[in-house]
């Protein structure tokens, strides 16, 4: 068990991507967030996809200083999660990743026109344009990503994506 699972509490952002350590060493390869894509009911396609774009693009972002690692396993560390924030967010974690309540119910006051307590396709749509910061392309990615696969694997049978579901992704309760 690594470190950082024993020293105190996880942060929020931690703990949404805990999961995907699934030995639980601190660190996790390219190889278990395919495995976990796969655990959550995701296809090969798209485990694959999301194994390379993940780790290729948030692990350099998270390795310690002086930290040797094999970079073709593609490693993310899971204490240094919130250094792999992105532009073009919800602002929901913060720095630090810890979870930002306000900006949380304001994705839900601004966005859900048709119920309260849920998104449709379109207006997640709303929500991504409304995030984007001008000429951040990477930020752009990121965020059409976490959404798209968020609704793509938990919307329910009438399109609707819950807000208690996006909540449970936030404090990484979800999975
Ligand atoms: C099916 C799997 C996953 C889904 C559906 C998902 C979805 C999301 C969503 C919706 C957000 C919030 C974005 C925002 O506030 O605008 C987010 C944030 C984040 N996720 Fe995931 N995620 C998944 C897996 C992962 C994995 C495997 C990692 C890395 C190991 C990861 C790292 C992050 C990071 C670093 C953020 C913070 C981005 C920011 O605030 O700028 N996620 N994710």
């Known amino acids: 068990m690594a470190d950082v699972y024993e020293q105190g509490e996880l942060t929020p952002l931690q703990r949404h991507v805990a999961f995907f350590d699934r030995d639980k060493d601190g660190v996790i390869y ?6 976990g894509f796969r655990a959550i009911g995701c296809g090969v396609p798209l485990s694959a996809a999301a194994a390379i774009f993940i780790n290729g ?4 972002k998270t390795i310690p200083e002086n930290e040797k690692t094999p970079p073709f396993k593609l490693p ?3 204490k240094n999660i919130h ?3 992105h532009g073009s967010d919800s602002d929901v974690y913060d720095a630090h990743g810890r979870f930002v309540p306000e900006k949380f119910e304001k994705i839900f006051k601004k966005h859900a ?9 379109k207006e997640l749509q709303e929500l991504l344009e409304a995030n984007r910061e001008p000429k951040d392309f990477k930020g752009w990615l990121g965020g059409f ?7 793509y694997v938990c919307k329910d049978k009438d ?3 819950h807000k208690d579901t996006a ?3 936030y404090d990484g309760s979800l999975w």
Do not use: N, Q
């Open 167 to 169: 909540r449970a992704v």
């Open 159 to 161: 399109g609707f994506l």
């Open 113 to 121: 026109h048709t119920k309260p307590d849920a998104l449709t396709g």
């Open 83 to 85: 250094k792999g924030k």
């Open 57 to 60: 693009g948030l692990g350099p």
């Open 145 to 151: 990503t976490e959404w798209k696969v968020l609704y």
């Open 30 to 35: 390219s190889s278990e967030t395919y495995e």
């Open 76 to 78: 993310i560390y899971v």
